[in-house]
């Protein structure tokens, strides 16, 4: 080949090997990233999968740390979205449950004959501190049905006992007012709500948002008005049950026939429950407002009778 031909080959050769060097180049730059796309696919994987030893030992811990908390609440605290602390959920019953019972709407399953005591018209300094005490000593405890007005920061302590104590919490208005709540008789329950909410707002300031009853007792008792049909439908919309009662010591009667010793509050109650059928199951009405001391002292006379009688008590929610 003569020498003009040979310098026209070498260009051509020098370019082939230059592509051949940029395609191995760009070769190994590609397996480059895909091994390190590949190894970081590998780790990720690794390192979201659990040995079964591993997932032992975490599903452990986070039993142990269940039960920990679980084990570490105080008994003694209000139960969220409820009207009593922890400890009482075992001896609470439904309100509408009771009262299907109590007026033989249904019949009572349960074995065990059950005696709810309520306390109406509180919170009193002298009158429910009194009733609290007796309620502790003879390990018994009740539903108190407060009035709005009465639950200020005076009565914090006592309120906060109500419930650290094991008992529940019900609502009967706000102000106690017949005739603003039934005028001429009829239930307005436009007003009977709205008291409703003012007395659940004030029990959240005190005992915190998480308390919450679902239970309602008018003023004067749901047999004792007109058109109460219609405020039950109202109270129902706020989730809200009512209840009266099927037994009572006659401190709600007027002062000249209401009893006024121990032996005429204990006769009184005699009579009441021969008046309502026995259905197994004992609403008690009383009252710890003021200028009740009599109530106070009939108080064990009452718990020791549904005692001798088999009766376990039990509180409304």
């Known amino acids: 080949m003569s020498e003009e031909?040979?310098?026209e080959v070498q260009p051509k050769a020098k370019k082939k090997n230059h592509l051949k060097l940029v395609a191995i180049v760009v070769m190994i730059v590609l397996a480059g990233v895909g091994f390190y796309y590949a190894a970081n696919v590998y780790f990720e994987q690794r390192s979201q999968q659990v040995s079964p030893t591993e997932q032992t030992s975490q599903e452990q811990t986070t039993q142990t740390t269940t039960e920990t908390t679980t084990t570490s609440q105080d008994p003694t605290a209000l139960m969220p979205g409820t009207n009593h602390n922890l400890q009482a959920k075992d001896y609470a019953f439904?309100?509408?449950?009771?009262r299907a019972y109590m007026d033989g709407e249904e019949t009572n399953p349960d074995n065990h004959r059950t005696c709810f005591l309520t306390f109406d018209d509180g919170v009193t300094r002298e009158e429910t501190s009194q009733i609290l005490d007796i309620l502790k000593q003879m390990d018994v405890h009740a539903t108190f049905f407060l009035v709005g007005k009465s639950i200020k920061e005076e009565n914090k302590d006592l309120v906060e006992r109500i419930i650290r104590e094991g008992h529940?919490?019900?609502l009967h208005s706000f102000n106690h007012q017949y005739d603003k709540l039934y005028p001429g008789g009829h239930?307005?329950?436009r007003k009977i709500g709205q008291e409703n909410v003012e007395?659940?707002?004030a029990l959240q300031t005190i005992l915190g948002p998480d308390f919450v009853t679902h239970v309602w007792r008018y003023?004067?008792?749901?047999m004792s008005w007109k058109d109460v049909e219609k405020s039950d439908n109202v109270m129902r919309s706020y989730d809200l049950e009512w209840i009266d009662w099927n037994a009572a010591v006659g401190d709600a009667e007027p002062k000249g026939v209401r009893p006024t010793t121990v032996s005429e509050v204990v006769d009184y109650h005699q009579d009441s429950i021969t008046r309502f059928a026995d259905t197994g199951v004992r609403v008690v009405l009383m009252h710890d407002s003021p200028d009740h001391q009599v109530t106070v002292q009939?108080?064990?006379?009452?718990?020791?009778?549904y005692q001798a009688k088999g009766f376990q008590f039990g509180i409304l929610e």
């Open 187 to 189: 239930a307005d329950g």
């Open 199 to 201: 007395s659940q707002k």
């Open 168 to 170: 529940a919490i019900g």
């Open 5 to 7: 031909g040979m310098k």
């Open 94 to 98: 439904p309100t509408a449950k009771i």
């Open 219 to 222: 003023p004067g008792g749901h």
């Open 298 to 305: 009939a108080l064990p006379e009452i718990i020791r009778f």
